[in-house]
């Protein structure tokens, strides 16, 4: 199975940038594309942003648009996603995920995309 581990979280004051990352390691598999999602004390885990594997075409939920932007190391297989001028309500639990099956039918703004989670990193913005 594959393992994935966020590190990068912290508190920051609004305005400021944050760069969170996750690394994927374990047995042998192939990377079709990785995401970011984000939970917030009371809500549900919502999607952030994706860049599929090869290309590298990216896609962001549309209120971190010009703020938010994702990369990935193929070498690595990492993933990072550079934060900036955060907002107090960006504060959440981010989570990374793996899709690791090709031609999958559901898109990669959905968790059903993905096989593999991490364990999520905090990310609290002050006001």
């Known amino acids: 199975q594959v393992q994935l581990v966020e590190s990068g979280g912290g508190l920051v004051q609004a305005g400021g940038s944050l760069r969170v990352s996750c690394a994927a390691s374990?047995?042998?598999?192939?990377?079709?594309?990785m995401g970011w999602f984000r939970q917030a004390p009371g809500k549900e885990r919502n999607f952030v942003a994706s860049i599929t594997w090869n290309i590298g075409s990216t896609y962001y939920t549309s209120s971190v648009k010009g703020r938010f932007t994702i990369s990935r190391d193929k070498a690595k297989n990492t993933v990072y996603l550079q934060m900036n001028s955060l907002k107090p309500e960006d504060t959440a639990v981010y989570y990374c995920a793996l899709d690791a099956t090709s031609g999958s039918a559901y898109p990669l703004n959905q968790t059903g995309r993905y096989d593999y989670w991490g364990q999520g990193t905090q990310v609290t913005v002050s006001s």
């Open positions: 374990g047995r042998t598999f192939r990377t079709s594309a």
